[in-house]
């Protein structure tokens, strides 16, 4: 059964950081891409990082995020890192990530991330 599981949400101030993490169960993580989402209130979700299979070995991130986001992998722990630093009011959303296994989308719980001073 796949699974993933985010955490490391929490509250920021502007200009600070924050590392969310998404374990992973159920299949293989480094075969697949791994997707980072978010949506704010009101809004659609949008894709804001990706990070390829091992085998590809790319990343890939929205124009809103780039030069401040970061996305690894950590295989040995079935886990994927996205580093958020330099963070905005606007970087508040709930944060998801999505893995498509056999055609089939598979999306955490998500994990709320606030900006604010």
């Known amino acids: 059964q796949v699974q993933l599981v985010e955490s490391g949400g929490g509250l920021a101030q502007p200009g600070g950081s924050l590392r969310l993490s998404c374990v992973m169960s159920?299949?293989?993580?480094?075969?697949?891409?791994i997707d980072w989402y978010r949506q704010a209130s009101g809004k659609e979700r949008e894709r804001i990082a990706r990070?390829?299979?091992?085998?590809?070995?790319?990343?890939e991130f929205a124009d809103p995020v780039k030069g401040r986001f970061t996305i690894s992998r950590d295989n040995a722990h079935n886990t994927v890192y996205l580093q958020l630093n330099n963070l905005k009011p606007e970087d508040t959303a709930v944060y998801y990530c999505?893995?498509?296994?056999?055609?089939?989308?598979?999306w955490g719980q998500g994990t709320q991330v606030i900006v604010s001073s």
């Open positions: 990070i390829s299979s091992v085998g590809a070995n790319y990343t």
């Open positions: 159920g299949f293989i993580p480094a075969l697949y891409a």
């Open positions: 999505k893995v498509q296994v056999n055609l089939q989308d598979y």
